[in-house]
């Protein structure tokens, strides 16, 4: 008999059904030992199985893929600030929605304020652990929300808004992104870098149908925790009111195989 709590049962199992990842290609494994746990014991396991991969992804960063990030990042740096206070310190307000384990925490200038949205309670423990290697970060409050739900954020309080790979998850686009724009400063920028639909059906045609067949029948978001392959945020983002929206959609270098499904990607700043 086990007297151990059941989420303790839980956690130890999943921590032996994935202590075999060691390579790129074992994500695979990992992945099915997600599936298993979680049609046995519920979708708790599949927050905590996601947060533990992203907390294995950033030890393995591609360097191609991070010069795509970097460059959207450029212009934070120039960024004043609409607080007197942080003015003084030359220094601005960030908010990061799906801030995860903090994998931006790189590109963002010193001194910065920070404040980050995510639904996922199992990302505290690596967030924690990640931003300690970043005292250049200030963490202002740390909300286990949605991005559809901020309301207990101030209205045009905010210099700039982060958001990478989390939109394909979200459950509505447009209140996000109207949500993003009420809390953005009259000048305020918000930073977005995400996987898109495949848009190229002459070249592409085959990832498109994967991209559909993938999400319509539900392997991609369950893995994933609620990944969508076939969304184009752009059309909403326009329509939202910013005064000024500068995009592009390139084709992201991915390394990994079976993984360049999501290699269609949407880069972008949009001005309040």
């Known amino acids: 008999m086990n007297f151990l709590p059941r989420e303790a049962v839980i956690y130890e199992t999943m921590n032996k059904a994935t202590s075999v990842v060691k390579t790129r290609r074992s994500y695979v494994l990992g992945g099915l030992a997600c599936v298993i746990l979680v049609v046995k014991y519920g979708p708790n396991v599949r927050h905590r199985y996601f947060a533990w991969l992203n907390s294995q992804a950033i030890k393995m960063k591609y360097g191609p893929y991070e010069d795509v990030k970097k460059e959207l990042f450029v212009p934070i740096t120039k960024i004043k600030s609409h607080d007197p206070e942080l003015q003084k ?23 910065c304020q920070l404040i980050v949205v995510d639904p996922n309670p199992y990302f505290s423990k690596y967030f924690n652990e990640n931003r300690a290697k970043f005292p250049n970060v200030k963490s202002e409050s740390i909300i286990i929300s949605t991005g559809e739900d901020m309301d207990m954020v101030k209205s045009e309080s905010v210099d700039a808004v982060v958001m990478t790979l989390v939109l394909c998850s979200v459950t509505d686009i447009a209140k996000v992104v109207s949500q993003i724009q009420r809390i953005l400063v009259p000048g305020g920028k918000f930073f977005f870098l995400e996987h898109i639909q495949e848009w190229d059906l002459k070249k592409h045609w085959m990832r498109r149908h994967l991209q559909s067949m993938l999400t319509w029948l539900g392997i991609w978001p369950f893995v994933f925790d609620g990944c969508c392959l076939n969304r184009d945020p752009l059309p909403i983002i326009n329509t939202i009111g910013f005064s000024n929206v500068c995009a592009e959609r390139l084709y992201a270098p991915i390394p990994v195989a079976f993984m360049k499904v999501v290699s269609p990607h949407l880069r972008g700043i949009a001005t309040k």
């Open 89 to 111: 310190e030359n220094a601005i307000r960030i908010l990061e929605i799906g801030v995860g384990i903090g994998t931006n925490f790189t590109y963002y200038p010193d001194g």
